[in-house]
C-alpha cells in the first residue's frame, strides 16, 4: 500500500513539474541542489574550523569551573562530568558507571575477556590500545618518561611520578592505623598487614606463611 502511495506521489510530482514552464522547472532544481550544496559547505567548513584549531592551538571552548580549555566543544562536554560527577555510560552487566563512552567499551571487556591488541612481537594480548603501547617499550626499550632530577628514565608515566617522589619526599599514602606514610602504594599494602596479621606468601614445603613475598624466598632457601 505505501509503495502503491508513494508512486502516486511521485507521478504527482512529476506531472507538476511537467505542467510549470521550463524557467520554473529550472529554478527549483537550481534552489534544491544550491541548498544541498549550501548545506554540505557548511558541514565542511565547520568540520576544517574544529580541525583548524588543533593546528593553531585555539582553543575557544573554557570551563566555567576551572582554568581549562578545549579545542572542540565535544571535549568540553567531556571534561564537565569531571565537576557534576555525571557517568551517563552504564556497564549492563554490573552497576560501574563511566563518563566517557570509551570507558565503557574498555570496561566491558573485563566481562567478555575480550583481548583485540595483540603484539606483533610475542603472543601477548590486551583489552586496550594503551596497555599494549606500554607493553611495545619492552620489547623496542623506549623510555620516553624522564627524570628531571637525575638520568632515570621509564616506559610509563606512572613510574615516573613514583620515582618523583624519592626527590620530592611526598608520600601519599597514609596509614590509618599509625602515622605513618609511604610514596607507594605496594609499600602502604605491606605494611598494613602488620595490623591485620595477613600473611597471603606460604611454604608450600612447610606451613610457615609471610606478609611479604621477599621472606618467602629467603625461608625457601632453608629447605634446599
Given at each position: ?82 565537576h557534576t560527577g555525571e557517568k551517563p555510560y552504564q556497564c549492563t552487566q554490573c552497576n560501574k558507571a563511566f563518563s566517557i563512552s570509551s570507558a565503557l567499551t574498555k570496561h566491558l571487556r573485563t566481562h567478555t575477556g575480550e583481548k583485540p591488541y595483540q603484539c606483533t612481537q610475542c603472543d601477548k594480548e590486551f583489552s586496550d590500545c594503551s ?94
Amino acid at each position: 500500500m505505501k509503495s502503491h502511495i508513494s508512486v502516486h506521489n511521485v507521478t504527482r510530482r512529476l506531472n507538476t513539474l511537467v505542467l510549470l514552464p521550463r524557467t520554473s522547472v529550472l529554478t527549483q532544481v537550481r534552489s534544491h541542489i544550491s541548498v544541498h550544496n549550501a548545506t554540505r559547505r557548511y558541514s565542511v567548513s565547520s568540520a576544517l574550523t574544529r580541525h583548524l584549531h588543533i593546528h593553531r592551538g585555539e582553543k575557544p571552548y573554557q570551563c566555567t569551573q576551572c582554568n581549562k580549555a578545549f579545542n572542540q566543544s565535544g571535549d568540553l562536554t567531556r571534561h564537565l562530568r569531571t565537576h557534576t560527577g555525571e557517568k551517563p555510560y552504564q556497564c549492563t552487566q554490573c552497576n560501574k558507571a563511566f563518563s566517557i563512552s570509551s570507558a565503557l567499551t574498555k570496561h566491558l571487556r573485563t566481562h567478555t575477556g575480550e583481548k583485540p591488541y595483540q603484539c606483533t612481537q610475542c603472543d601477548k594480548e590486551f583489552s586496550d590500545c594503551s596497555a599494549l603501547t606500554k607493553h611495545l617499550r619492552t620489547h623496542t626499550d623506549e623510555k620516553p618518561f624522564r627524570c628531571t632530577q637525575c638520568d632515570n628514565a621509564f616506559y610509563v608515566s606512572g613510574a615516573l611520578t613514583m620515582h618523583l617522589r624519592i626527590h620530592t619526599g611526598v608520600k601519599p599514602y597514609h596509614c590509618t592505623q599509625c602515622n605513618k606514610a609511604f610514596n607507594k602504594s605496594g609499600h602502604l599494602t605491606t605494611h598494613l598487614r602488620i595490623h591485620t596479621g595477613e600473611k597471603p606468601y606460604q611454604c608450600t614445603q612447610c606451613k610457615k606463611a609471610f606478609n611479604v613475598s621477599s621472606n618467602l624466598t629467603r625461608h625457601l632457601h632453608t629447605h634446599t
